[in-house]
């Protein structure tokens, strides 16, 4: 029935969302198309799997995951995108997506290449509303997608921090002559990213139940998708473009069958492109910027 | 008196050109001093310098009894060296009041903060009207008062203003004069750096021209408005540029 797919896509969709948001804080604020995002996905979910059938308690676990895939963004601040900074925007980019293929392949290395089965922590435990049947670990990913966004908008939007934080977005140099203490700021930025990108990981797995070296592609795809859909640089457009994206794919799926997953969602994409070259919420003159 | 600010012996270079050569700048505390110079001498870069948003080779930045030399901005900024810089940079994402507000982020008495807003509101009722719309939408001169209202919103004890007339309707030229004669006279030591060098010899005590990035001339005021080096000096990098070797009148009143 169609209520229970509008569910499911929403679901998924808020997996996009997070990926998505973490995409555009980069672009919007330090103008860094970073590659390295679905890797710290991967690390989200493949370290609390590594820690989970080690015998960890689950929060310690995905605490630990957390952190890590955190340490892992500050490794890349620091070697991918300092380093290059000042040179031609696709240098970062490409120096970030062989930290990817790198993390992928050390996390391969260590574990293996096959799709691993990970624990539900959950059981079978979902809310039944009416006819529809809501599982446990995706309204949960649902709920706290949806209260960090808002946190992350409010903060944004109404403190001093985010003011800070869209200052060095519109202008760096201005916000270093207005005080911005910029060198401390970007690695905080870098760690925000990285806690929204893992918890997406961890989200992942907790609902779908596996997780791989590769994991993070697909949904690293989908959530630059989901940002470019939304306007580069707008939270809220990479929020309402990974829902779009979430219920494209369980939409199609439903209708046409698995094999066309890509095909509608990238296909939409680009129909989207051709029709607002901008994006839903992008601005053509000055790009939105958060 | 003592100087509240000196600089000594800057020098500045963007990638290998010097832009700023051992320059050296004296400003005692209560007066306005103003840095002359043509396109190009260097006034941007010692005023960057002084806030080091710009690495400095050589030199010195003594503000009261701290040497700030290796101080970066945020620290020199928190003392009370505050910058207007050139061409206004307000943010242009943020509304009127979140640029006041961002000013004053370095602050954490908020009720204090939030009268002296409502202060430049009062002053400024245009800003008032216009706080919660994006700063994209204000005039040059509107913008310029924003940018002067968010220095002083960090409590400068060193206000320096880039080129705060540039472009400016005339109106809003003189507003910008009145204004920074009036916070000159309620204390504030001033360093204004200016291309309308009649305007800023009649507001300034003392005068710093800058030539090729060093220091052409110096000294009060009251001397070198009819000093002809001072024209010379002063006129020398636009009247070669333009090249018209006639020189212009400068600082006629
Ligand atoms: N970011 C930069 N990179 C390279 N060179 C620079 C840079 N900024 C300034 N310069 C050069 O340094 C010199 C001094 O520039 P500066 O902007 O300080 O001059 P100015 O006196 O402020 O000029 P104007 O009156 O045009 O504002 C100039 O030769 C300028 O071309
Ligand atoms: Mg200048």
């Known amino acids: 029935m169609i209520a229970q797919q509008l569910i499911n896509g929403v679901m998924l969709g808020s997996i996009y969302v997070l990926v998505g948001v973490s995409f555009t804080l980069a672009i919007g604020i330090l103008n860094f198309l970073n590659f390295s995002i679905p890797g710290l996905f991967m690390i989200g979910g493949m370290v609390s799997w590594v820690l989970l059938t080690q015998g960890w308690h689950w929060a310690a676990a995905i605490g630990a995951a957390l952190a890590a895939a955190a340490l892992v963004s500050l490794a890349v601040e620091q070697l991918s995108y300092r380093r290059t900074r000042g040179a031609d925007p696709e240098v970062p980019l490409v120096s970030s997506l062989g930290f990817l293929v790198l993390l992928e392949n050390l996390v391969l290395v260590g574990v293996g290449s096959d799709q691993q089965t990970f624990p539900s922590l959950l059981g079978d435990f979902n809310f039944r509303i009416g006819g529809l049947v809501i599982g446990a670990a995706q309204a949960i990913s649902l709920v706290l997608t949806f209260a960090l966004v808002v946190g992350l908008s409010f903060v944004l939007g109404r403190t001093n921090l985010g003011r800070q934080i869209r200052a060095i977005a519109e202008s760096r140099s201005t916000a270093v002559l207005l005080g911005v203490d910029v060198g401390r700021l970007v690695p905080k930025i870098f760690v925000l990213t990285a806690l929204f990108t893992a918890l997406g990981g961890v989200m992942f797995a907790l609902s779908y139940l596996q997780v791989s070296p590769f994991m993070g592609e697909g949904v690293g795809f989908k959530g630059v998708a989901a940002m470019i859909i939304g306007g580069m640089g707008s939270v809220w457009g990479a929020v309402i473009g990974g829902l779009i994206i979430g219920l494209i794919e369980v939409g199609s799926i439903w209708a046409f069958g698995a094999d066309t997953v890509n095909i509608a969602v990238y296909g939409s994409l680009l129909l989207l492109l051709i029709l607002r070259p901008h994006g839903l919420f992008g601005k053509p003159a000055i790009r939105e910027k958060l | ?253």
């Open chain 2, 1 to 253: 008196m003592s100087a509240i600010l000196s600089v000594s012996d800057l020098t500045v270079a963007y990638g290998g050109v010097t832009a700023l050569d051992g320059v050296s700048l004296s400003v005692e505390e209560g007066e306005i001093v103003t840095v002359l110079g043509a396109n190009g001498a260097g006034k941007t870069t010692l005023l960057l310098g002084i806030m080091g948003a710009v690495p400095a080779m050589r030199g010195r930045i003594q503000f009261r009894d701290a040497d700030l030399s290796r101080a970066r901005p945020h620290t020199r900024l928190a003392k009370g060296l505050v910058l207007v810089p050139e061409g206004r940079q307000v943010l242009v994402s943020l509304t009127v009041e979140e640029n006041l507000l961002l000013g004053a982020h370095l602050r954490r008495d908020r009720q204090a903060v939030r009268s002296e807003i409502a202060a430049i509101y009062e002053r400024f009722p245009n800003l008032g009207q216009r706080r919660h719309t994006a700063a994209a939408t204000l005039s040059g001169g509107e913008q310029q008062m924003v940018a002067i209202g968010r220095a002083m919103v960090a409590r400068p004890q060193v206000l320096m203003l880039d080129e705060p007339s540039l472009g400016l309707s005339p109106l809003f030229v003189s507003k910008v004069f009145d204004l920074i004669q009036e916070m000159n006279r309620s204390g504030l030591t001033i360093v204004l750096v200016e291309q309308n060098t009649g305007k800023a010899l009649s507001v300034a005590h003392s005068a710093t021209v800058l030539e090729l990035g060093k220091v052409a001339v110096a000294g009060p005021c009251d001397a070198l408005r009819n000093d002809h080096r001072l024209l010379e000096a002063y006129l020398g990098g636009s009247a070669e540029s333009s090249g018209d070797p006639q020189p212009m009148r400068v600082g006629s009143q």
